[in-house]
Nanobody
Framework: QVQLVESGGGLVQPGGSLRLSCAASGFTFSLYAMRWYRQAPGKERELVAAIISYGGITNYADSVKGRFTISRDNAKNTVYLQMNSLKPEDTAVYYC???????????WGQGTQVTVSS
């Protein structure tokens, strides 16, 4: 049974930090690129950050470059999103995604709420 379980969301003041985690099970984690998406109320889901299967290359949305860092631990089947200098516009539900484009295999987590507010 495939599972992606996000954790670490919550309420934080502007300028604060949060670290999201996504624990994977039920598939070969090391073969999958991992991505974090977010969806704010009334907006489309957007790609925030991505990391390839062995972790050597990362990509970020322009809106989070320099503030967010994606990383992965293949031994723990976990991907992380370190979020610093948070802004109110970062408020959204954050989703973990596993992607293996070569075989069109994709999995989604249930999402974790991040709210940035004073």
């Amino acid at each position: 049974q495939v599972q992606l379980v996000e954790s670490g969301g919550g309420l934080v003041q502007p300028g604060g930090s949060l670290r999201l985690s996504c624990a994977a099970s039920g598939f070969t984690f090391s073969l999958y690129a991992m991505r974090w998406y977010r969806q704010a109320p009334g907006k489309e889901r957007e790609l925030v950050a991505a990391i390839i299967s062995y972790g050597g290359i990362t990509n970020y949305a322009d809106s989070v470059k320099g503030r967010f860092t994606i990383s992965r631990d293949n031994a723990k089947n976990t991907v992380y999103l370190q979020m610093n200098s948070l802004k109110p516009e970062d408020t959204a539900v954050y989703y973990c995604n596993a992607a293996r484009d070569s075989v069109r295999s994709y999995y989604w987590g249930q999402g974790t709420q991040v709210t940035v507010s004073s």
